[in-house]
């Protein structure tokens, strides 16, 4: 039996905006299923929860996502941001990296991840004016990880407190150097904006710091010891490290975390999704601060980053034609957190399905949300996407062949 049936039996239509009357070619569509869900935030039971409403999963004796299909019957596509804001992002990555061996898995990189990456990858390079302000500017966001491998430190082996201070926080002088470092490589609108989001989470970081009386050696060992499972190539969560990716196409259906701009149109059209995502690794994980810059500040950052206000990374019709151009003819991305469900947009002619359909419960509290979240999004091979979420009534049905 179809997992979904009983879904599709109850579906509601999912209308096209009006500024999108062409329908994709369906016959540019991925040949076997493939469910997207993103923007999980360190919250395991939502995708559990998710993946079972599917049909394609059920638990196995020790309470264990098991899928009820063959490996090669169905794609799983997550759409990053598995860090942050929830209270559980070790057991998520260990529940990623239990589905790894099971199903055909893809890993897409969002901005909370990219963002952790590069503040730990910042310990010990607090001086450079470019990056070293990474570790400081995850907030109090960093004390999740406190929580979650705080069984596994090793505190006697961190340098004396000074060390680590030192090891950790930039210099007094660190906003006039990134000025100065970045004065005519960004707008200086978002330097000065780069600056207060610094000093508001660097403030939270210090007041949570001091709120659990930790010192700067047990930060340090928390840092290391994140360091240890994740960079390095032994460590328990190095295969999720190594699989993250930027993009992810399927005939003519390309995911990301945010959307695209303009310049990332034209470099798919021109360099294809695999060189990018070679080119995405070799920066994220490079430990070299011009490269960790780039990741985070250039415009291939759209794609973590952009929502496609008029500040950011301009997405026009030149973009569209590139992406027209490429074979592209559905975008979808999460990033943006809806309060009902995904969303179906026409962006210059290109169609998108918003897909961040608030799973966790920080973002669900703070849009006043009920409930646990929950939802996927499910492209069928005969040209259709179901829309699944808690937050709207019914499944909703997009034909599109």
């Not at 990716?245 to 303009?262: E, I």
């Not at 500040?297 to 997405?315: D, I, M, Q």
């Not at 091979?381 to 499944?395: G, M, N």
Request: glycine residues 6%; contains cysteine; aromatic residues 8%.
């Amino acid at each position: 039996m179809t997992p979904f049936k009983h879904l599709l039996a109850t579906a509601e239509a999912w209308p096209l905006p009006q500024a999108c009357q062409l329908l994709p070619d369906a016959s540019r569509w991925p040949h076997q299923p493939v469910i997207f869900i993103s923007d999980l935030h360190a919250t395991p039971e939502a995708l559990t929860t998710s993946l079972l409403a599917t049909g394609f999963f059920g638990l196995d004796a020790e309470g264990e996502l098991q899928p009820l299909l063959p490996v090669s019957d169905f794609r799983l596509v997550l759409g990053g941001d598995y860090f942050d804001k929830g209270q559980q992002p070790l057991k998520l990555v260990q529940q990623l990296l239990r589905l790894q061996q099971q199903v055909q898995l893809t890993l897409l990189a969002g901005n909370h991840d990219v963002r952790t990456y590069l503040a730990m990858q910042a310990v010990g390079r607090s001086s450079d004016p470019l990056t070293g302000h990474f570790f400081l500017r995850q907030g109090s966001r960093f004390f999740s990880w406190a929580d979650a491998l705080r069984r596994d430190l090793d505190e006697a082996a961190q340098p004396d407190e000074a060390t680590c201070c030192q090891r950790l926080l930039p210099p007094d002088d660190w906003v006039v150097r990134f000025s100065e470092a970045v004065a005519g490589r960004l707008p200086v609108l978002q330097v000065e904006a780069e600056i207060r989001r610094f000093a508001r989470r660097r403030d939270a970081f210090l007041a949570e710091r001091k709120k659990r009386r930790m010192s700067w050696r047990q930060v340090h060992a928390v840092a290391e010891c994140w360091r240890s499972r994740f960079l390095h190539p032994e460590g328990e969560a190095f295969a999720f490290t190594a699989a993250l990716q930027l993009l992810h196409r399927d005939a003519g259906v390309l995911f990301s975390h945010a959307g695209v701009d303009d310049s990332q149109a034209q470099a798919l059209l021109q360099q294809g999704v695999a060189a990018m995502d070679q080119q995405f690794q070799v920066q994220l994980l490079s430990g070299q601060d011009e490269m960790a810059f780039a990741v985070y500040f250039s415009a291939a950052a759209s794609l973590l980053r952009t929502k496609y206000r008029s500040h950011e990374w301009a997405f026009t019709q030149q973009g569209a034609t590139a992406l027209s151009q490429s074979g592209i003819q559905l975008l979808v991305n999460g990033h943006r957190n809806l309060t009902a469900g995904q969303q179906l947009v026409c962006r210059e002619g290109l169609l998108c399905i918003d897909a961040d359909i608030s799973l966790n419960p920080t973002t669900r509290r703070e849009n006043g949300l009920k409930g646990e979240g929950a939802g996927f999004t499910l492209l069928l091979p005969d040209a259709q996407v179901l829309a699944v979420a808690a937050d709207y009534p019914r499944p909703r049905l997009l034909r599109v062949g």
